[in-house]
């Protein structure tokens, strides 16, 4: 079954770390690169970073410096660890394959607040 589960979310004072992971079902993780995506209140869902079936990576030039992405193949995983974190990073983080997109797993929610 298709599938993506995100997880490691919660509320952070700003400059604090957190470390999100999703877990991709087989189908999805195998072949292909994996994006990180946030969406904001009232704001369309981004793109924030994303990494290929062989290990390289971009990112939005809003979170350069300040996040990481990697993946652990032998778990299905891949995380995105957010360093310096500042409020305007609050937002549902979700993951996902490239267009077409597989079905949205439920996101982390990030907060990012004082």
């Known amino acids: 079954q298709v599938r993506l589960v995100e997880s490691g979310g919660g509320l952070v004072q700003p400059g604090g770390s957190l470390r999100l992971s999703c877990v991709a079902s087989?189908?999805?993780?195998?072949?292909?690169?994996i994006d990180w995506y946030r969406q904001a209140p009232g704001k369309e869902r981004e793109l924030v970073a994303l990494?290929?079936?062989?290990?390289?990576?971009h990112y939005a030039d809003s979170v350069k410096g300040r996040f990481t992405i990697s993946r652990e193949n032998a778990k299905n995983t891949v995380y995105l660890q957010m360093n310096s974190l500042k409020p305007e990073d609050t937002a549902v983080y979700y993951c996902?394959?490239?267009?077409?997109?597989?079905?949205w797993g439920q996101g982390t929610q990030v907060t990012v607040s004082s």
């Open positions: 996902n394959k490239p267009f077409p997109f597989a079905p």
């Open positions: 087989g189908t999805i993780f195998s072949s292909n690169h």
């Open positions: 990494i290929t079936s062989s290990g390289s990576t």
